[in-house]
């Protein structure tokens, strides 16, 4: 009689305790997870609130971006539409010295590199001076620069130039040279001959400004 009952009161507190175990086994579970979640929880909040943030960051410069198109419209109409250009020209003729402030800026330094552009420019200014062309040189390197420099600056076009005249037609073509629209800087000069028959032969550089592209670009908020 007195095994059966503790029998029986084993079987109690075995129960007892197995219910205790699996008690606390939920609660831990649960524990667990509200803490997991928990933790994902805060995770995507902080994340929306950086997403969110860099949302008005990206508004906020857009409409900064929009209040300037206003201005920068009438800027570019008080630049271009002068009685005069910038360099004494008329903006609506078309002889050399003529044409608007933005037709000028351009040609002084092209959004491109054309060595052949810049050979029957030099030609122009020579003819035009009354000197004979003995030669226009250089390396066209088009491939080369075909690559991506927008962020860059002015990038050199290099040449090589010879052509003769008499002694003042050679002193004028250098003065042309000097003054023109599209910036050439000498670096080597030499010059022989006589004042009636001068021969003049120089390496110069010239510039070209890669263009400048507006991309729209996308920003992942970790």
Do not use: C
């Amino acid at each position: 009689m007195a095994k059966a009952r503790v029998s029986q009161k084993r079987t109690q507190v075995d129960k007892a305790n197995t219910r205790m175990v699996i008690t606390v086994g939920i609660a831990a579970f649960i524990v667990v997870f509200s803490l997991v979640a928990s933790h994902a929880l805060w995770a995507r909040m902080s994340h929306q609130a950086q997403v969110i943030s860099e949302k008005e960051k990206a508004r906020n410069q857009l409409e900064v971006n929009i209040e300037t198109v206003d201005e920068l419209q009438v800027a570019y109409k008080a630049f271009t539409e002068t009685n005069d250009n910038v360099i004494g020209g008329n903006p609506q003729g078309q002889g050399d010295r003529d044409g608007n402030n933005a037709k000028i800026v351009l040609d002084a330094l092209p959004s491109k590199y054309d060595f052949p552009g810049l050979t029957t420019s030099l030609e122009k200014v020579i003819k035009a001076n009354g000197s004979d062309i003995n030669s226009i040189s250089g390396t066209d390197d088009e491939i080369a620069q075909s690559g991506d420099q927008a962020d860059g600056g002015p990038v050199e076009v290099p040449f090589e130039l010879s052509a003769a005249g008499t002694y003042q037609s050679t002193q004028d073509l250098l003065v042309l040279l000097q003054r023109s629209i599209r910036p050439i800087q000498i670096q080597t000069l030499d010059l022989s001959g006589t004042n009636s028959e001068l021969v003049m032969a120089l390496t110069a550089v010239s510039y070209y400004q890669p263009e400048r592209t507006l991309e729209i670009q996308t920003k992942v908020v970790k």
